[in-house]
């Protein structure tokens, strides 16, 4: 098996690169996608020297949807690359606009792009936002290979997608996809990391602070599930049964600032499915709640590498002494005091 690695943001090239060769109407929308800037965080670069303008076409920002939903209604397949700060109240209004109405067999179905800077203040509140729309899926990619695999998918699915790309992305490392996984629509979530004590449900930016959470807590004799759901519309909840039927503690770790939209439903079905089989109740880790994110970068990382350490330290996996005949209303801490059971901070 190939060990090569690459980068999320040449992962998403190769997705766009491989759709534009495999269908004329694939179409590229966007600010600045052409050569030489290829778009906010170049992953475009190349595609317009490759395919043409004429298919990979700067577009004002106020008109990146509009050119995209009229392309859509023709039968293309638009792909747009939209900042969060372009999300504004009229670009809901037209997507909603065309998701809203009957369309046509023909008409395609467009795919927004948006890259989620860690700065820009309301970028965590996309993924809650977009997933209550009905017939939006809503996929959040948190590695290179998931990032082309779940790209090539939405292109082709008949429903409208939303791929969220947190900035981390472009930069991070790892395994090329496979050409089997590449094909298939996966809104499955994935148990990255597979433990007995406690499920960590997280997605996006957030899973690789997971991941190293749960490193640290194995040092201390906890184990961890970690689930990467992948998709916030539809939501897979029957991979998250399954691990917190095993584990019986549920920690939910979105990237956003307070609970709310697929992880709050995620906890309502948790606690009707299992209600009385939980070892501790469904906790949280979250950002600082009523506020703006900041934009300055040192302190966006002096947020993220401190968010959710309190509640972490204090309240995370409360639960009964581990095992499977542990008496489920006792409250003894699982972390020993003064260590941080849960940090989802992007430090280290």
């Not at 190939?2 to 534009?20: I, K």
């Not at 759901?229 to 920690?251: G, I, K």
């Not at 590498?305 to 095992?323: F, H, K, L, M, N």
């Amino acid at each position: 098996m190939s060990t090569a690695h690459y980068s999320g943001r040449v992962a998403l090239n190769r997705a766009l690169d491989r759709s534009l060769r495999a269908d004329y109407r694939v179409l590229l929308f966007g600010r600045d996608l052409a050569d030489p800037v290829g778009g906010r965080y170049g992953v475009t670069k190349g595609l317009s020297t490759a395919h043409g303008l004429h298919r990979v076409v700067d577009t004002p920002e106020p008109a990146i949807i509009g050119a995209a939903v009229g392309a859509a209604i023709e039968g293309m397949l638009p792909v747009v690359e939209i900042p969060a700060s372009g999300i504004t109240n009229a670009v809901l209004d037209q997507l909603q606009a065309v998701l809203g109405c009957e369309r046509p067999a023909k008409t395609g179905a467009p795919v927004l792009r948006v890259p989620l800077p860690p700065g820009e203040s309301r970028s965590r509140a996309y993924g809650q936002w977009f997933a209550r729309v009905p017939g939006l899926k809503v996929l959040a990619p948190s590695t290179p290979a998931d990032a082309e695999a779940l790209l090539s998918a939405a292109i082709t699915d008949p429903a409208p997608c939303i791929v969220l790309e947190p900035a981390v992305l472009y930069r991070a490392s790892g395994p090329r996809a496979e050409p089997a996984r590449t094909a298939a629509h996966r809104c499955a979530a994935e148990t990255v990391r597979r433990g007995t004590d406690a499920t960590v449900v997280t997605y996006g930016a957030i899973r690789g602070p997971a991941l190293r959470a749960a490193a640290a807590l194995a040092a201390e004799g906890i184990d961890v599930d970690v689930v990467d759901l992948r998709s916030l519309a539809p939501l897979d909840v029957d991979t998250v049964l399954a691990a917190v039927r095993r584990t019986r503690r549920l920690v939910l770790a979105p990237d956003m600032a307070a609970p709310s939209g697929p992880p709050t439903e995620i906890a309502a079905v948790i606690h009707r499915e299992l209600f009385g089989t939980l070892h501790a109740p469904i906790e949280y880790v979250v950002g600082p709640a009523d506020t703006d994110g900041p934009n300055a970068s040192e302190i966006v990382a002096a947020v993220r590498a401190t968010c959710g350490r309190v509640t972490a330290r204090r309240r995370v996996i409360s639960s009964a002494p581990r095992g499977p005949r542990a008496a489920p209303r006792s409250r003894t801490r699982l972390a020993a005091s003064g260590t941080d059971s849960l940090s989802v901070s992007e430090d280290g």
